[in-house]
Structure formats: structure tokens, C-alpha cells
């Protein structure tokens, strides 16, 4: 999953997709199998977490790759709002802001590592994805806003 999200690029959810849906239920299966790869075999860490499909965005530049989500956008939101929750646990914003939730040197929209659509955007802005990012702007940087989320107090 690292290699998939870590770098500057972002993940479109084109317009298309229905919203974020997922329910509890969702959530707690998808926190089992990230809490069962927690301690891994000694052969390794090996796991299938669902498919991811994307297809070249064609506002991809170079340096800057753009993605639009086929398929996995419920997953990827899902893991990302995770990964905000342990950074808010854990106190590294900073680190886990740049490896896996924002693009650093990225303004707007373009910050996002995902890119919810445009109905589910501020709701993922609320829930801490993006510590300090606003709507239509951009918030002091590394300041962790923080939400309620089912893993929160695992």
C-alpha cells in the first residue's frame, strides 16, 4: 500500500463515483485485516486488501503524476482516514502528512493525496485528513484537526 500512495502524485475520485458510503461494518473489516498484517509471518508481510484501478488523469504533468480512481475509492478513503487518525495519535503530523496524506509543495486542491469528489470534500477536509487545509485555502501548516473515527481508540 505504501509504495502505491507515498510520493507526489494524487487520487482523483471522478464525479462519477458514488460517495463515500462505507458503513461501521466496512470499517471494522477493513481495521481486522490491518490489525491481522500488524505483526507479520516470518516469511513476510503478505496481504490482499482489495483492488485499486486507475487510469492516467490527463492533468498529470511532469514530476506531479494524477490518477483517476476506477475502482478502490472507498478503500482509499477509508485507509486514509486511518492513517490521519494514527498521525493524530501518534503526534506526527508532519511525517505522515508529507508520506502519505498531502503533496508539500502542492496548493489547493492539488495538496490532497486523494481527492475525494466534490460532494465528499469538506466532510474529508473535517475529518482531518489534511491538518490545516481549509476549504478554498490553506491553513497553518501542521496544525492536526482531528474528528471521531471508529479506529480512533484502538
Not at 490518477?67 to 487518525?85: F, I, K, N, P
Not at 508520506?99 to 489547493?108: A, D, F, P, T
Not at 473515527?149 to 484502538?154: C, H, I, L, T
Request: net charge negative.
Amino acid at each position: 500500500m505504501t509504495g502505491l500512495i507515498q510520493g507526489q502524485r494524487q487520487f482523483q475520485v471522478p464525479l462519477y463515483q458514488r460517495t463515500y458510503s462505507w458503513t461501521d461494518k466496512q470499517l471494522e473489516l477493513l481495521w481486522e485485516d490491518v490489525l491481522s498484517q500488524a505483526e507479520p509471518p516470518p516469511a513476510g508481510p503478505t496481504h490482499f486488501l482489495g483492488s485499486v484501478v486507475l487510469a492516467p488523469s490527463p492533468r498529470s504533468e511532469a514530476g506531479f503524476e494524477q490518477w483517476v480512481v476506477v475502482d478502490g475509492q472507498q478503500r482509499l478513503t477509508s485507509l486514509s482516514l486511518a492513517l490521519a487518525a494514527l498521525r493524530d495519535h501518534l503526534g506526527e503530523t508532519e511525517r505522515i502528512n508529507d508520506l502519505y496524506l498531502l503533496n508539500r509543495y502542492k496548493h489547493g486542491d492539488d495538496r490532497l493525496r486523494l481527492l475525494p469528489t466534490q460532494a465528499n470534500r469538506d466532510s474529508y477536509r473535517n475529518a482531518g485528513q489534511c491538518a490545516g487545509l481549509q476549504p478554498g485555502g490553506e491553513g497553518p501548516r501542521g496544525r492536526p484537526v482531528t474528528a471521531e473515527r471508529p479506529w480512533a481508540e484502538s
